[in-house]
């Protein structure tokens, strides 16, 4: 285990194997085959890719999805381990090249598709070579019971038996049931495996319910909070994916979508531009992800219930892999379950055991989706995992993340609305009526009591009571074309006992901030992500990134301990990261002490700005020289934001100057209006709501004038 250790270190930079990791590896190199069952972002690869590196000959890894294939051979190639892949994507050259370089034992690690262990050639060249491992990725791919059956698995057994000596093989998923399990094991024809389960909990993942909320409403105001950081938003239909993206993208965000029913090309290049944070959001129908192993998602929105909890979980482990804090929201309505029906009566040619089985699974799904407990323990209990806590404070149920607000009032007054209007109406015209609007259409319902009812709510917000309404199963709607709106059976539970309805909204905060020297740093692996052409989370991952920003390493020794820095990786970025974090001590003149260069103690190092006094003074005096800011930044030679804060805190402590001078004519009242709206405990927010040619240090002066 040490060599294994020592390879963890010198490739990937990691100082520990993580829980299970350590007895799967030992396993293996005891030659003994293993099935290994760890969450998405636990860190499977690690677990035969280290083995691969100790093992005389090559290791074949099996993996469902060619952009994986890629991601994870450019990951290996950028640590400086020979890798490499056979797929259908390559062009008929480059594949013989491969296979030439394969046969010259150019490669430690093949990644190959299982529909490729089908054929002759392949599997002759394959048994012309020395092949100590064959690990299996995804491999509950194998079972009819599992979520992404695939055919082509069950043939991975007639490829193992044809060696004459029987490679290790190992299995790596991150979902399996008892059935699945015992699947895996048949149908792979492990050997008596050592089967390493190790916890499912994701410590680093919010996991959030919102019922009864206007869905669109909550992810526009959602991304909007989050627009700097990547997120996913699973949609249950390509109509619904193709909607919510036109909207998204109207309102100029920046989003790509991916649904089985565009063109490949097209679907390669909106998840390529989501790899390369080119796009920050991806929606999609669940055919995306399995592909995609970017390790800085930071949210995952379902927009609808997923069809059960092995593909939720599946799916929300797609947020956070590297580590840092994400969130995992599900906007539930109840017309996801009448979806998922719909599915499982229509789509499906299952038979009436399997139709069974997946209403047992989509009830557990719903369970979940109304439970008051704790979601964490919920979830984790449903795979077989006891947790001794009731609350994780880590989901909706045990912290404060929503606020309720009771709109039973509201809904009465719309429930005998559309009951007055005899039923025959849409959300639109409803809502006219509602609101007393004198448009034509309202003509004949002049005379209704509930006329303008409810004059005094914004026309939104009354759409928005309707689609709770909708979602919580008090109305239906009837209709493709020019739905109408209907009571149901519950209606009258509003109407006449004593039912309440709720709306939920979010307490907004954004998932991560990224400021100062994380942004500038994620900037320059933007750059080596383009020249190296990977996507960014394979220079860094934002967790190495986050660690760099907050312990200043600045010499080789200190580089090399933040981790996720090999060697490879050193050499090639390492001083370009060192210059960058230097410039930033300089510029901001921060002293850093108690750094001791080759050793972790410097964790809890003070950073200490120095003769800050002095140093804003200067800058406000060098100012009243020179009365141009561009000058005094020049002259400074710090960065401009850095020289308006000065002028700012000089101004504050009562420095001779006309704050004035920086607040051009006509300028001050929109940014107070701005202030008004967003406050001013972040800049950024208001100078999203100014015209472009109001600047950062007239908000600041703005600020500090008004003293908000
Ligand atoms: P999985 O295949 O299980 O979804 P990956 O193998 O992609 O997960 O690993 C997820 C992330 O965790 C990757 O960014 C990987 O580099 C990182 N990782 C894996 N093992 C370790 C470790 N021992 N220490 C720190 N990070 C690790």
Redesign the pocket.
């Given at each position: 285990m040490e060599v294994a250790r020592k390879l963890?270190k010198q490739y990937?930079g990691?100082?520990?194997?993580?829980k299970g990791?350590k007895d799967i590896i030992e396993s293996i190199l005891n030659k003994k085959d293993v099935m290994g069952i760890?969450?998405?972002?636990?860190?499977?690869?690690?677990c035969f890719q280290i083995p691969a590196l100790i093992f005389e000959g090559v290791t074949i890894v099996i993996s469902p999805l060619i952009s994986l294939m890629k991601d994870q051979v450019d990951?290996l190639n950028i640590v400086g381990i020979p890798a490499t892949f056979i797929n259908s994507s390559l062009s008929t050259t480059e594949y013989r090249n491969r296979m030439m370089a394969i046969q010259n034992n150019k490669y430690k690690i093949i990644y190959v598709a299982p529909e490729r262990l089908e054929s002759e050639a392949f599997i002759a060249s394959m048994k012309r070579i020395n092949i100590s491992q064959i690990a299996i990725?995804e491999a509950h791919c194998v079972s009819h019971w599992g979520h992404d059956f695939r055919k082509s698995y069950i043939k991975i057994k007639d490829f193992i038996d044809i060696f004459s000596i029987r490679p290790i093989i190992t299995a790596?998923t991150?979902t399996a049931t008892e059935e699945v399990k015992k699947d895996i094991t048949v149908q792979l024809g492990l050997k008596s495996p050592n089967i390493t389960i190790t916890g499912f909990d994701r410590e680093n993942l919010k996991l959030i319910i919102v019922r009864n909320a206007s869905k669109q409403k909550f992810i526009v105001s959602y991304i909007e909070e989050n627009k700097h950081v990547s997120g996913i938003i699973y949609c249950a239909t390509r109509k619904e994916t193709d909607k919510l993206h036109t909207l998204l993208s109207k309102l100029g965000y920046s989003v790509g979508k991916y649904h089985a029913g565009m063109s490949e090309s097209s679907r390669e290049k909106s998840q390529e531009d989501f790899l390369y944070d080119n796009k920050s959001i991806m929606i999609a129908t669940n055919a995306f992800g399995m592909g995609i192993?970017k390790?800085n998602i930071r949210y995952v929105i379902h927009n609808n219930m997923p069809k059960n909890l092995e593909a939720y979980y599946q799916e929300i482990?797609r947020a956070g892999?590297?580590?840092e804090k994400s969130e995992c929201v599900l906007l539930f309505g109840s017309q996801d379950i009448i979806l998922q029906k719909y599915f499982i009566e229509e789509l499906g040619d299952s038979s009436e055991a399997v139709k069974q089985n997946k209403y047992e699974q989509l009830q557990r799904m719903i369970d979940y989706s109304y439970t008051t407990s704790c979601l964490r323990k919920h979830v984790l209990n449903y795979f077989g995992e006891e947790r001794a806590d009731e609350k994780c404070d880590n989901c909706s149920n045990c912290s404060d993340y929503l606020e309720k607000k009771d709109m039973t009032i509201e809904a009465q007054k719309i429930l005998s609305c559309v009951y007055r209007m005899n039923q025959r109406f849409g959300t639109n015209i409803v809502t006219k009526v509602l609101k007393g609007s004198h448009a034509q259409q309202t003509d004949s319902f002049r005379e209704l009591s509930t006329f303008g009812i409810m004059k005094e709510c914004a026309v939104n917000d009354i759409k928005e009571y309707i689609n709770v309404l909708i979602a919580d199963g008090y109305l239906k709607m009837e209709g493709d074309k020019y739905p109408i709106i209907k009571l149901t059976e519950n209606s009258a539970k509003i109407l006449k006992e004593n039912d309440k309805v709720y709306i939920q909204t979010i307490k907004h905060k954004e998932v991560s901030e990224n400021e100062g020297l994380f942004e500038i740093l994620r900037q320059l692996r933007k750059e080596i992500s383009v020249e190296e052409n990977v996507p960014p989370?394979v220079v860094f991952?934002d967790?190495t990134l986050k660690e760099m920003s907050s312990r200043y390493p600045i010499s080789k020794a200190q580089i090399l301990n933040i981790?996720?820095v090999g060697e490879v990786k050193y050499e090639k970025y390492g001083e370009r990261f060192i210059d960058e974090i230097k410039a930033y001590i300089h510029n901001n003149n921060l002293d850093i002490d108690n750094m001791k260069s080759d050793t972790k103690t410097y964790t809890s190092h003070k950073i200490k700005e120095t003769n800050k006094e002095a140093s804003y003074i200067t800058t406000a005096n060098l100012y009243l020289n020179l009365r141009d800011m561009d000058a005094v930044v020049k002259e400074r030679n710090l960065k401009p934001m850095t020289i308006q804060d000065h002028i700012i805190s000089a101004y504050m402590e009562g420095f001779q100057l006309d704050i004035n001078e920086f607040i051009p004519k006509g300028q001050e009242s929109f940014v107070l209006e701005a202030i008004k709206k967003v406050g001013t405990e972040k800049l950024r927010p208001i100078k999203d709501l100014l015209p472009e040619d109001v600047s950062y240090l007239t908000i600041k002066a703005v600020i500090a004038k008004h003293k908000l």
């Open positions: 963890l990937f990691y100082d520990e194997f993580r990791q760890m969450p998405t972002g636990g860190g499977k690869s690690i990951s990725d790596f991150a192993d390790s482990g892999r590297d580590g989370f991952s967790a981790s996720g």
